[in-house]
């Protein structure tokens, strides 16, 4: 229901039984701020219904708690969510494709020390060589 179509007077019972949206119920509680005669009527509604309500209440027969876990048993429930796990792809040597880009850096420093000590030990060489003259022996 639409509170704005509506006059408010005539939604005292609607408002007693709860059936009133959300904005509605807010719109019709600020009336009922300013209106004494729908505050007394949603008050008697309501008061009303819960006393029909106390008089049709009646207890479930003994037999139906067990034909609802019955029926629960024969309900297929649902799986639980899985979550799936992203696929790592391996190369030929069993070496994820995440790791081959840092294999990749790590073999590229190794070269590059291999490369530094060699041309250490060469310059090492020359100094050497240059000190005792071309022709002297390695001192090692």
């Given amino acids: 229901m639409r509170l704005s179509r509506i006059d408010p007077h005539t ?3 609607a408002y007693a039984l709860d059936a009133l949206g959300e904005s509605d119920r807010e719109r019709f509680e600020h009336h009922l701020g300013g ?25 479930p027969p003994p037999r139906l708690r067990g034909q609802v876990l019955a029926e629960a048993a024969r309900t297929r429930q ?46 090492d060489v020359r100094v050497r060589c240059v000190q005792h003259g071309p022709m002297s022996r390695p001192p090692w």
């Fill in 11 to 13: 939604l005292a019972g």
């Fill in 35 to 59: 209106c004494e005669s729908c505050k007394a009527e949603a008050a008697s509604l309501r008061d009303a219904a819960g006393r029909l309500a106390d008089v049709t209440a009646a207890a």
């Fill in 78 to 123: 649902q799986p639980p969510p899985v979550r799936v796990a992203q696929r790592v792809r391996r190369s030929w040597h069993g070496v994820g494709w995440p790791a081959a880009p840092r294999m990749a850096v790590a073999i590229a420093g190794a070269g590059i020390l291999v490369a530094l000590a060699l041309g250490a030990h060469r310059h």
